[in-house]
């Protein structure tokens, strides 16, 4: 039997699976403290897509504001012949 949900197929769980560790996690934390411990994990998974989102602006505001290149070179001081021009006082 193959789950058809995406995140249980990376898993490889299926219902009866879940249920099982459902159960081991009330007799190991009691059903008082679950819900306390669900409200930290989803504290915890805002918190790191906050931090994500901040730092997927800041790359995306240095992309935009990268000073353009200058795609002429500068001028030469060189002459014609190849020689450097002197400057008249």
């Known amino acids: 039997m193959q789950a058809t949900d995406p995140i249980l197929a990376i ?5 009866p699976e879940i249920t ?12 008082k403290k679950l819900p306390e411990l669900a409200r930290g994990v989803g504290k915890s998974i805002k918190e790191f ?22 795609s002429a070179s500068p001028p030469s001081t060189k002459s014609k012949e190849g020689a450097p021009t002197e400057k008249q006082p």
């Open 11 to 15: 898993m490889n769980m299926g219902w």
């Open 20 to 31: 099982i560790v459902i159960v081991i996690f009330i007799l190991l934390f009691g059903a």
């Open 49 to 70: 897509k906050k931090a994500t989102s901040g730092v997927e602006e800041e790359f995306r505001a240095a992309i935009e504001d990268e000073p353009a290149k200058p």
